[in-house]
């Protein structure tokens, strides 16, 4: 499925481009959201070897759930570039079940957690990869301004994954309007939410297993880095390009079009 505007999907890619064959859309979320990260992986090892990734980062989790809201809850960490809101990394990762559970919800939590054991808080190795990817492709040599929220375990995780020129700072995470410093991120996952379903509110649509979240949300960030416009008034140049780590715009169609790997 390629997205269109705010999480709209076109039909017509749901059919195999060589032979015509309707594709099932599992085999089609698969595929495009494959190429997707290895579109990004691309752009930047590209940018790492001319050693553009610098600057302002902004990381906070967005919670959600896979299949049960109080039962299965989900942790969402997104990292982004500041001034560009190019969206760097995802991960998706279990967090326990919600407190004052009901006693049929107890009865069904000791139930799964019989089945497939005890549910535990994925957040910080979530975090840490997040922190790793970056750490990986940014220039050590500029300095690198990570903002976050207040959260305890984000000071240990990128210490673990990244030192020197590294400046960590820390907000409180109450303000949601345009007076917080991480009203970027914020305004990132207001984004997301929206036009990706699976992480739509109170909706069938929720996703049912986390993995394909992930695999979902690697389709909404190939558009939001490299289709959609930066803003409504900055309609002709992409998150990617505003931070110059492409130098071209791309269409939906011309995104997928594009080779990332040599045919083998």
Same mark, same amino acid.
């Given at each position: 499925?390629?997205?269109?505007?705010?999480?709209?999907?076109?039909?017509?890619?749901?059919?195999?481009?060589?032979?015509?064959?309707?594709?099932?859309?599992?085999?089609?979320?698969?595929?495009?959201?494959?190429?997707?990260?290895?579109?990004?992986?691309?752009?930047?090892?590209?940018?790492?070897?001319?050693?553009?990734?610098?600057?302002?980062?902004?990381?906070?989790?967005?919670?959600?759930?896979? @299949?049960? =809201?109080?039962?299965?809850?989900?942790? +969402?960490?997104? !990292?982004?570039? /500041?001034?560009?809101?190019? $969206? *760097?990394? %995802?991960?998706?990762?279990?967090?326990?079940?919600?407190?004052?559970?009901?006693?049929?919800?107890?009865?069904?939590?000791?139930?799964?957690?019989?089945?497939?054991?005890?549910?535990?808080? @994925?957040? =910080?190795?979530?975090?840490?990869?997040? +922190?790793?990817? !970056?750490?990986? /492709?940014?220039?050590?040599? $500029? *300095?690198? %301004?990570?903002?976050?929220?207040?959260?305890?375990?984000?000071?240990?995780?990128?210490?673990?994954?990244?030192?020197?020129?590294?400046?960590?700072?820390?907000?409180?995470?109450?303000?949601?309007?345009?007076?917080?410093?991480?009203?970027?991120?914020?305004?990132? !996952?207001?984004?997301?939410?929206?036009?990706?379903?699976?992480? %739509?509110?109170?909706?069938?649509?929720?996703?049912?297993?986390?993995?394909?979240?992930?695999?979902?949300?690697?389709?909404?960030?190939?558009?939001?880095?490299?289709?959609?416009?930066?803003?409504?008034?900055?309609?002709?140049?992409?998150?990617?390009?505003?931070?110059?780590?492409?130098?071209?715009?791309?269409?939906?169609?011309?995104?997928?079009?594009?080779?990332?790997?040599?045919?083998?």
């Amino acid at each position: 499925m390629a997205a269109d505007s705010y999480g709209q999907f076109n039909a017509s890619l749901l059919y195999c481009n060589k032979c015509g064959q309707a594709m099932p859309v599992r085999q089609r979320l698969l595929l495009l959201a494959k190429h997707a990260r290895e579109f990004q992986n691309a752009v930047l090892e590209r940018a790492r070897a001319r050693g553009s990734i610098y600057g302002r980062f902004q990381l906070d989790e967005q919670q959600t759930f896979e @299949g049960d =809201r109080r039962l299965k809850p989900v942790t +969402f960490p997104v !990292l982004i570039h /500041v001034e560009s809101r190019f $969206v *760097l990394h %995802v991960e998706a990762e279990t967090l326990p079940a919600r407190g004052g559970l009901s006693r049929s919800e107890l009865l069904r939590k000791q139930r799964l957690e019989a089945k497939f054991g005890v549910r535990i808080s @994925g957040s =910080r190795k979530a975090v840490k990869r997040c +922190f790793e990817e !970056l750490s990986r /492709v940014r220039n050590p040599e $500029v *300095l690198t %301004v990570m903002q976050t929220d207040k959260a305890p375990h984000y000071p240990g995780a990128l210490a673990e994954t990244m030192s020197g020129n590294v400046l960590h700072l820390r907000y409180s995470g109450k303000l949601k309007d345009k007076s917080s410093p991480l009203w970027p991120i914020n305004f990132t !996952l207001a984004m997301l939410r929206d036009g990706l379903s699976r992480l %739509v509110r109170r909706t069938w649509g929720s996703t049912k297993e986390r993995a394909w979240l992930a695999e979902h949300a690697w389709i909404w960030i190939a558009y939001r880095n490299y289709i959609r416009g930066f803003t409504n008034k900055n309609r002709h140049r992409s998150s990617a390009q505003i931070a110059k780590y492409v130098s071209r715009t791309f269409s939906k169609t011309s995104f997928f079009e594009w080779r990332v790997l040599p045919i083998r």
